[in-house]
Structure formats: C-alpha cells, structure tokens
C-alpha cells in the first residue's frame, strides 16, 4: 500500500519502502493532487501549479506528460482522470494530512485529557514545514501558510488541553520558544501569561505582558488584544 507524506518533506512509500520521486515538477504535480484527495483538480490549476508564470507551449500535452510519468511511479489505479482534470484515489490513512485532520476534528469533541492526546498525535505527523521539495511559487504562497495555520491552531489547542489539565509550570519552556517564534500571535502570549501566573510567577507573567505589548505595538502598532488585556488584569489582581 502507498502512503504519502507532505506535512514536511514530500515522500512516498510503499509497503514502507520509500519511491523516490526525483523529479521537482513531478513532486509539485503529486502534491498538487495530495492537497485535494480524491476530488478533481482542474487541469488548468494544475498546469499554473506546476509551471507557475513559465508556461509550456502546449501545457494540457506537457501535463499530460507528467501524469503518464507520475502513474509509472505510482501504478495506473491512483491518478484518475476525471471531467475537467484529474484526482488521487486515497483511504484515509494514506495520506498524512488527512489523518491530521482526522485527528484534530476529533480532539475539538473529546475531553483534557484525550484532546492532548490526539493533538499530540496530530502534531508528531509533521517532519517539517509543509511540501518542502516542491518549487511552485503558486502553492508556497497559498498552501503553505494554510497548512502552517493548521499547524499552529493544533498547537493551540493542544496548549489549552494541557493548561486544563495543570500542566502549567511544563508548559512555560515551550511556550518561550514559541512566543519567540511567533511573536505575533497572541494566543501563545496569553497562554504564556496564564501558565506563568497559575505557576505563581507573577513577575515573569507581567515581563510577558510588556514584551507582547511592545511587539504588537512596533510591529503592528496596535494594543494588545482583549484575552491579553484580560489576563493581565488577572495577574494584577492576583498580586
């Protein structure tokens, strides 16, 4: 069975044996088909996915080309063509941003406990930033900020199940890291504050409050935002 991967490096196994899939413009046409599991990707997507501003003279020929290519690579019964373009023929588990999905849509149902779990889970899907080895412009720029969100929001929520269940003193160290990462995104810096102040660490929670404050303000100039506000209102009152 093939199994295929692009949260991180494109790869492709089967039976657990990688297939090497060397070239970059076929790699961009697998993962433009990956990033819609069994749904039809029009023909004229995929050619402005795989060629970007370089068109081919003859681009429904030359696509063709790549996915005779690609079928020799993977066997006839994956790439279907459809009305309008063509598919990939995937279960479930074949794909690891579908069994992300799976699992982040069931961790927002389930409890603490099973939600860092499945988040947890979700997470340890990803080898890197999202379809590193495919050079198209069209889908850096608009698939792998979505697929990075996904990430983050994962990431998120992951944090709030731990801080519900008291794991507020572990969770400070990472969220460090990721306020430093992401110094705009203010969810982390609330939790950052909220881990910090339950851990009894007051001033470090304020530090925390004045660092977001004076980043948000020169790079976005803007105030911090209501949960930030909130919280430290929390922390003064718990002084």
Same mark, same amino acid.
């Given at each position: 069975?093939?199994?295929?991967?692009?949260?991180?490096?494109?790869?492709?196994?089967?039976?657990?044996?990688?297939?090497?899939?060397?070239?970059?413009?076929?790699?961009?046409?697998?993962?433009?088909?990956?990033?819609?599991?069994?749904?039809?990707?029009?023909?004229?997507?995929?050619?402005?996915?795989?060629?970007?501003?370089?068109?081919?003279?003859?681009?429904?020929?030359?696509?063709?080309?790549?996915?005779?290519?690609?079928?020799?690579?993977?066997?006839?019964?994956?790439?279907?063509?459809?009305?309008?373009?063509?598919?990939?023929?995937?279960?479930?588990?074949?794909?690891?941003?579908?069994?992300?999905?799976?699992?982040?849509?069931?961790? +927002?149902? %389930?409890?603490?406990?099973?939600?860092?779990?499945? &988040?947890?889970?979700? /997470?340890? *899907?990803?080898? #890197? !930033?999202? @379809?590193?080895?495919?050079?198209?412009?069209?889908?850096?720029?608009?698939?792998?900020?979505?697929?990075?969100?996904?990430?983050?929001?994962?990431?998120?929520?992951?944090?709030?199940?731990?801080?519900?269940?008291?794991?507020?003193?572990?969770?400070?160290?990472?969220?460090?890291?990721?306020?430093?990462?992401?110094?705009?995104?203010?969810?982390?810096?609330?939790?950052?504050?909220?881990?910090?102040?339950?851990?009894?660490?007051?001033?470090? +929670?304020? %530090?925390?409050?004045?660092?977001?404050?004076?980043? &948000?303000?020169?790079? /976005?100039? *803007?105030?911090? #935002? !209501?949960? @930030?506000?909130?919280?430290?209102?929390?922390?003064?009152?718990?002084?």
């Amino acid at each position: 069975m093939f199994e295929f991967g692009i949260l991180g490096p494109v790869e492709v196994r089967a039976d657990g044996v990688p297939v090497p899939i060397s070239a970059a413009k076929l790699r961009t046409l697998l993962a433009a088909l990956l990033l819609r599991p069994n749904r039809t990707v029009p023909t004229t997507t995929l050619i402005e996915q795989v060629w970007g501003d370089q068109l081919p003279q003859r681009g429904v020929a030359a696509l063709q080309n790549y996915v005779m290519r690609l079928r020799q690579a993977l066997g006839e019964s994956l790439i279907r063509t459809t009305p309008g373009g063509y598919s990939i023929a995937l279960s479930a588990t074949q794909l690891d941003l579908t069994r992300f999905t799976q699992l982040t849509t069931e961790a +927002a149902a %389930a409890g603490p406990g099973t939600r860092s779990r499945l &988040l947890t889970a979700a /997470l340890d *899907l990803w080898r #890197g !930033p999202a @379809l590193v080895g495919v050079p198209s412009p069209v889908l850096q720029r608009a698939e792998v900020p979505r697929l990075e969100e996904l990430r983050l929001t994962a990431v998120e929520m992951r944090i709030d199940a731990d801080l519900e269940l008291g794991r507020h003193a572990d969770l400070v160290p990472e969220l460090w890291s990721l306020t430093a990462q992401h110094p705009l995104r203010e969810r982390f810096w609330h939790q950052l504050m909220l881990a910090l102040r339950r851990s009894g660490r007051r001033a470090e +929670a304020l %530090a925390a409050y004045r660092s977001a404050a004076e980043v &948000l303000s020169e790079e /976005l100039g *803007l105030d911090p #935002g !209501p949960e @930030l506000r909130e919280q430290f209102a929390a922390i003064l009152q718990a002084s």
